[in-house]
C-alpha cells in the first residue's frame, strides 16, 4: 500500500488528506498529516480580530473535526525530513516514512528578522496581527489608540494574503472615522513594492481608494531597523517614518525544519514547479499552499485550486495514467474595503486583476476591484465557506479551478504599478532616494527549540535527476548563521 505524509494540517494539508480519502480506499492509500497542535486557525479573521468582529472563538476549531476518519493525524512537531531516504523525523522522536510527501507547513510571520522589531516597543506600539496572539494584542492597542500616527507597513514579500495590510488599513480609516479620532489620526501605508500593489490595474485602483480616504502612501521602502528611541521605521536608503502605532507585517517565512532539511530557498521556501508544484529538487516530494515558490499570491484560494490540480494528477499516476494538469496560478481575493464594503481580485500567472464582473459577464453578482456591499458579504460568507466547504474538499459553486476571463475588462498597455498616481507624503519622511541594493541582512535571534544537528545538504536520490532550473542554496535555519544571504526580490 503507498504511504503518504502530508506535513501541515491547515488549508492545504487538511483539504489534500479528505479530497484523497474520498477518491481512494483505506487499504489503496495511507494518509498521514503531521501537525504540532490541534488548533486550527481561520487566519483571514486575524484581520478582523483588532476591530472587533471576530473573537479568538470565531477563528480557531479542533483540526480533529476537520480530518476525516481514515486519515492518521499525528500531533507533534516535525525535526526536519530526509529525502534520501524517505523519511520524517518528528521531534518527539518518531519517524514516518513515506512513498510521496507533501509540504503543506506554510509560512509564519518573522518579527525576529528584523532589528528593533522585537525591541522594547514589541507589543506596546509595534503590533502585528499575521498570528493569534499578534491579532489579540493589536485589538486591546485599538482599543487604546486614542489619535497619533497610525503607519501600516510590509516588510518584503513575498508575504500570505498580498492584500490583508492594505484591507487593514482600509477597515482601520473606518474604525477610526466611526470612534471620532480620524481627524486625530495620520494613517500611512508604507510598502517595499514601488506602488500599492505589484499588478498595474489594482495598483491604480487601490492607491485611488488610499487617496481618497487621505491615506497616505509610502513605496518602495525597505526597512533596515525600526529606531525604538525615536520611534521611527527607518530605510536603508535613509527615510524615516515616525509612528505612535506601528501595524507591521514581519517577514514572513517558511517553517525551520525545511533549512534542516536542507530543502529550501533562503526564506525557507521549496522551490517547485509553477504547474504541478513538484518539487524541483525530488519528484516524490510535492509542495501545496504557502510553503513553496508558485509566482502568485500565498493565499487559502490558491491553496484550494493547486490542490484540486494535485489530486488529479495524484489520481491518474495512482491509475497509471499519464498526469495531465497544471496549475495555472489562480487567485480569488475579496479585499475588506471598509463602510461595509468590499473589492474582489481575480487573476493568475499570466493575467492580472481587472475590472469587471465575476463569475459571470454583466449579472456577476460580483464586482471586480469595484466597492460593492455584495463583495463585502462575500468575503464574511467564506468563513462559513471556508469551514464547511473548503476544508471538507467539497466544490465551491461558481469558483472554478482555472481562472476565466468571462467578465473581465482587459486593459491594454496599463500603467506600470506606482506610477501616474498621486503619492500621499508619509509623516516625517524627506523624499524618496533610489533604493540601494539589500545590504547583507541580520540573523534571526536563535529558535527557543534545541538545535537539531543540520544536516549535510541533500542532493537528488540516486537515479533521480533535479527538474531544469533548480540550483541547490542554502537554506535559513533560526538556528545556524547563514540568513538571508541574498536580497529578496518583491514579488506578488
Ligand atoms: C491576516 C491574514 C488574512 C488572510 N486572508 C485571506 C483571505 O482573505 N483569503 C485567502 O484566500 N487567504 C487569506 N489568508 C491566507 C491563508 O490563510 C493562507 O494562505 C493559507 O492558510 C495557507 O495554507 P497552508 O496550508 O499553506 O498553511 P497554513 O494554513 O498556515 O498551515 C500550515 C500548518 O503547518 C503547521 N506547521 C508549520 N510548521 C510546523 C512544524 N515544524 N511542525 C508541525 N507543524 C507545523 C502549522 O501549525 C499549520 O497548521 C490570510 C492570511 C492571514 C495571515
Redesign the pocket.
Known amino acids: 500500500m503507498k504511504r503518504l505524509v502530508i506535513l501541515?494540517?491547515?488549508?492545504?494539508?487538511t483539504m489534500v488528506a479528505n479530497k484523497l480519502r474520498a477518491a481512494l480506499g483505506k487499504h489503496e492509500l495511507h494518509i498521514t498529516v503531521?501537525?504540532?497542535?490541534d488548533n486550527?486557525h481561520y487566519?483571514?479573521g486575524?484581520?478582523f480580530m483588532p476591530f472587533g468582529i471576530y473573537n479568538t472563538s470565531d477563528i480557531v476549531r479542533s483540526r480533529h473535526r476537520f480530518i476525516d476518519d481514515g486519515i492518521d493525524l499525528v500531533l507533534t512537531?516535525?525535526d526536519h525530513v530526509d529525502p534520501t531516504y524517505r523519511v520524517v523525523h518528528l521531534a518527539d522522536g518518531r519517524t514516518l516514512s513515506y512513498d510521496v510527501l507533501v509540504i503543506?507547513?506554510?509560512v509564519s510571520p518573522r518579527p525576529d528578522a528584523t532589528p528593533g522589531m522585537l525591541g522594547k516597543l514589541w507589543g506596546q506600539s509595534i503590533h502585528e496581527?499575521?498570528s493569534l496572539p499578534g491579532a489579540q494584542a493589536l485589538t486591546e492597542a485599538m482599543r487604546r489608540f486614542r489619535g497619533g500616527r497610525m503607519v501600516v507597513h510590509i516588510t518584503e514579500m513575498p508575504i500570505?494574503?498580498p492584500v490583508?495590510p492594505m484591507e487593514f488599513t482600509f477597515l482601520a480609516d473606518d474604525w477610526l472615522r466611526k470612534h471620532g479620532i480620524r481627524d486625530r489620526t495620520e494613517l500611512t501605508y508604507v510598502t517595499p513594492l514601488d506602488g500599492a500593489f505589484t499588478k498595474p490595474v489594482a495598483s491604480r485602483e487601490l492607491a485611488t481608494a488610499l487617496v481618497d480616504r487621505r491615506i497616505g502612501l509610502e513605496t518602495d521602502f525597505a526597512v533596515e531597523h525600526i529606531d525604538n528611541d525615536t520611534r521611527e521605521l527607518v530605510s536603508f536608503d535613509g527615510r524615516r517614518i515616525g509612528f505612535d502605532l506601528l501595524v507591521t507585517v514581519p517577514l514572513n517565512m517558511g517553517?525551520d525544519?525545511i533549512a534542516r532539511s536542507g530543502l529550501g530557498d533562503e526564506l525557507n521556501l521549496v522551490p517547485c514547479d509553477q504547474h504541478t508544484m513538484v518539487s524541483l529538487a525530488h519528484p516524490e516530494i510535492h509542495v501545496l499552499?504557502?510553503?513553496g515558490t508558485l509566482q502568485t499570491s500565498?493565499?487559502?484560494?490558491v491553496?484550494h485550486f493547486a490542490v484540486d490540480v494535485f489530486v488529479h494528477n495524484f489520481l491518474d499516476d495512482f491509475n497509471g495514467r499519464p498526469a495531465t494538469h497544471g496549475f495555472d496560478g489562480h487567485a480569488n481575493?475579496?479585499i475588506e474595503s471598509g463602510n461595509g464594503k468590499g473589492m474582489l481580485l481575480d487573476f493568475n500567472y499570466t493575467t492580472e486583476p481587472f475590472t469587471g464582473d465575476f463569475p459571470l459577464p454583466v449579472v456577476g453578482p460580483f464586482k471586480l476591484l469595484k466597492e460593492t456591499r455584495l463583495n463585502h458579504l462575500g468575503k464574511l460568507a467564506?468563513r462559513w465557506i471556508y469551514w464547511n466547504l473548503l476544508l471538507r474538499g467539497r466544490p465551491i459553486p461558481m469558483i472554478p479551478t482555472t481562472m476565466s476571463l468571462a467578465g473581465k475588462r482587459v486593459e491594454k498597455d496599463v500603467t506600470p504599478a506606482g506610477t501616474g498616481m498621486p503619492t500621499a507624503t508619509a509623516p516625517s519622511s524627506p523624499a524618496p532616494a533610489p533604493r540601494p541594493a539589500m545590504p547583507k541582512p541580520t540573523k534571526p535571534s536563535p529558535s527557543p527549540r534545541p538545535a537539531a544537528a543540520k544536516p549535510a545538504p541533500v542532493t537528488a536520490p540516486a537515479g533521480t535527476k533535479p527538474a531544469a532550473g533548480y540550483s541547490d542554496r542554502p537554506g535559513v535555519d533560526s538556528t545556524a548563521e547563514v540568513v538571508l544571504p541574498a536580497p529578496i526580490v518583491p514579488k506578488f
Not at 501541515?8 to 494539508?13: C, E, I, K, N, V
Not at 503531521?34 to 497542535?37: G, K, L, P, S, T
Not at 500565498?298 to 484560494?301: E, P, V
Open positions: 501541515g494540517g491547515g488549508t492545504a494539508g503531521v501537525d504540532r497542535d486550527h487566519q483571514p486575524y484581520l512537531e516535525i503543506a507547513t506554510g496581527f499575521y500570505k494574503c490583508a517553517a525544519y499552499g504557502d510553503a500565498k493565499a487559502g484560494s491553496a481575493c475579496f467564506f
